[in-house]
């Protein structure tokens, strides 16, 4: 049974920070591209950050670039998101995505929000 298990959101105040870690199970995690989606209320899910297969190769959304950085622990199967100087613009919730060469899954979420 495929699953990816977000954890690591809350509430924090502008200027924080938030690590979200995303556990796989159930596919060959090493494989997968891994991407990190955010979707606030009212508006369309954005592409916030992606790793490749080995971790050596990032991309990032330019409102993030600088402050959110996104790593991966193959032997742990797991991607984090290391999300420093918050801002309010940052709330929404966010999602872990795994894409192979075949297959595609999504985690449930896990809501940040930035307020204070």
């Known amino acids: 049974q495929v699953q990816l298990v977000e954890s690591g959101g809350g509430l924090v105040q502008p200027g924080g920070s938030l690590r979200l870690s995303c556990a796989a199970s159930?596919?060959?995690?090493?494989?997968?591209?891994m991407r990190w989606y955010r979707q606030a209320p009212g508006q369309e899910r954005e592409l916030v950050a992606g790793i490749a297969t080995a971790g050596g190769s990032t991309s990032y959304l330019g409102s993030v670039k600088g402050r959110f950085t996104i790593s991966r622990d193959n032997a742990k199967n797991t991607v984090y998101l290391q999300m420093n100087s918050l801002k309010p613009d940052d709330t929404a919730v966010y999602y872990c995505?795994?894409?192979?060469?075949?297959?595609?899954?999504w985690g449930q979420g896990t809501q940040v929000t930035v307020s204070s």
């Open positions: 159930g596919f060959t995690f090493s494989s997968y591209v």
């Open positions: 995505h795994a894409r192979g060469d075949y297959s595609v899954y």
